[in-house]
């Protein structure tokens, strides 16, 4: 089961090693950044990024695209020091995305690796919806149902990641998609305890956990090696999702 709170402390907990830790996500960012370019243009008046973090996506945009207004937001206040110092002129506010209530429009709307953390997509998007304009796009990333499958398996425990069909379908409500694709991303790590430090240290676990005993973790480890180990290593899957939208007028 999802728990905001248990994401929010992980996250600050480990924004120092998030950076490095979360290759991943930095990879989507750049990828998506030049997505956006190719598909909506590269210049824009007023953009919002929700689920900033440490600005990994912002520090990627600003190469990518020109801009009037940038809007920032996390449901961490330290996120506002990560993306004033990438972009001293943005305005940032605290929140979270399904909760703050924001009165403007935006050309542009994007968020990087955070729409699994929402537990009703289905409702959130026609919020977005009202904050884009007519000609407006949203565009984001995000993973699909074969993210952490090792994890899975091992423990019983996951996100509900929704599958392709399904978020297609959820976004075709308020939106025209201009694009979709998916990858799978694959990490290799020397034991299964690696795994966990990676997952600990990305800050990407916000699952109400099992308490590690020594017996558990012991179990942990040895059907990990059994069920996932390529030679030497183990490994762990990533599954990236791209979409950028249009705003569909009703």
């Avoid at 993210?147 to 425990?157: F, P, R, S």
């Amino acid at each position: 089961m999802l728990d905001k709170n248990l994401v929010k402390v992980r996250f600050k907990k480990n924004l120092k090693t998030y950076e490095k830790s979360a290759s991943v996500q930095a990879q989507m960012a750049g990828i998506l950044s030049l997505k956006i370019s190719e598909c909506c243009g590269k210049n824009f008046n007023k953009i919002f990024e929700f689920g900033a973090g440490t600005g990994g996506l912002t520090k990627r945009l600003i190469k990518n695209i020109d801009f009037e207004q940038y809007l920032a937001n996390d449901i961490m206040e330290e996120s506002k020091e990560y993306v004033k110092k990438i972009l001293h002129n943005a305005n940032f506010i605290t929140g979270d995305i399904e909760k703050v209530q924001i009165d403007e429009k935006f050309d542009l709307v994007v968020s990087n690796a955070v729409m699994q953390w929402i537990p009703d997509i289905e409702e959130l998007l026609p919020k977005l919806r009202k904050l884009i304009s007519d000609e407006g796009y949203f565009a984001f990333t995000t993973f699909g149902e074969l993210n952490y499958a090792e994890i899975k398996e091992t423990t019983g425990l996951s996100l509900h990641y929704l599958k392709s069909e399904r978020l297609k379908q959820l976004c075709e409500k308020d939106f025209e998609i201009i694009y979709y694709d998916e990858d799978i991303v694959n990490l290799y790590f020397d034991s299964p305890i690696d795994v966990l430090k990676h997952i600990k240290y990305s800050g990407t676990n916000g699952l109400k956990s099992l308490s590690w005993t020594y017996t558990k973790l012991k179990h942990f480890e040895k059907f990990y090696k059994e069920n996932f180990s390529i030679q030497s290593k183990v490994k762990l899957t990533y599954n990236p999702v791209y979409v950028i939208l249009k705003a569909k007028n009703s």
